[in-house]
């Protein structure tokens, strides 16, 4: 069974926009992770925040973490074309291993 | 540092056949993950290894079955092959037990049973 669920599905914006995707979970965690696929290949780790953290940056991808709410987010700032990608959260279960949400499709026109 | 690598890219099946996948993890991982990827959707979890030994596994079928060498390495099988099988399978491997650790993806093995 998933554990999270990501917030749009879908998401279309042109280049230089800002992109937000929304992850909401079920259980209490120790951490979650943000990983992008790339069209049919394997997903590629992005970042990994912990419980005892709100925010967390990497270059031009910003995610917050609320326990309280069982909800992250992801931002991506001025986004490229080549951020086109599905985009998944991932929470850990009570057995320690990884599960995955549906992911959102992000489209990035030029 | 070589990444996840899987085995074969595509393979092709007839219903009722058994499919054989194979996934090398990265120097050092000893966990190894298996994920099934159907055309557009999210991943199922199917299967966990860590150390040789199953650690949890997903709600599939017996059907679906693997394990793990001594020298990690790992196998999944899926017998009696039904139309809907078809999909992308993913195999990811860490570098410590357990879900604390990122995960690395091989580019996975697309299964198409006919």
């Known amino acids: 069974s998933q554990q999270g669920e990501e917030d749009p599905q879908a998401l279309s914006i042109q280049e230089g926009e800002n992109a937000t995707m929304n992850c909401s979970y079920k259980?209490?965690?120790?951490?979650l992770q943000w990983y992008r696929q790339n069209s049919g290949r394997g997903l590629v780790h992005l970042i990994l925040?912990?419980?005892?953290?709100r925010e967390k940056h990497s270059g031009r991808l910003r995610v917050t973490l609320d326990t309280s709410k069982k909800s992250s987010s992801l931002l991506i700032t001025a986004s490229r074309a080549a951020d086109t990608a599905s985009y998944f959260c991932?929470?850990?279960?009570?057995?320690?291993?990884?599960?995955f949400g549906a992911g959102t499709r992000l489209t990035v026109k030029p | 540092e070589a990444g996840v690598t899987q085995s074969p890219t595509h393979l092709i099946k007839t219903r009722g056949q058994q499919a054989t996948l194979r996934c090398s993890p990265i120097?050092?991982?000893?966990?190894v993950y298996w994920y099934q990827q159907a055309l557009g959707l999210g991943l199922q979890f199917l299967l966990w290894?860590?150390?040789?030994?199953?650690?949890n596994r997903g709600n599939f079928p017996p059907r679906f079955s693997g394990r793990q060498f001594p020298n990690y390495s790992s196998e999944l099988n899926v017998n009696a092959l039904e139309l809907e099988d078809s999909a992308l399978y993913l195999c990811?491997?860490?570098?410590?037990?357990?879900?604390?650790?990122?995960?690395?993806f091989g580019n996975g093995t697309r299964l198409t049973v006919t």
């Open positions: 290894y860590d150390e040789g030994e199953e650690r």
């Open positions: 120097s050092g991982h000893t966990s």
């Open positions: 990811a491997s860490s570098v410590r037990q357990g879900a604390n650790s990122p995960l690395h």
């Open positions: 259980t209490s965690i120790n951490n």
């Open positions: 925040i912990r419980s005892n953290e």
């Open positions: 991932a929470t850990p279960t009570n057995n320690n291993d990884m599960r």
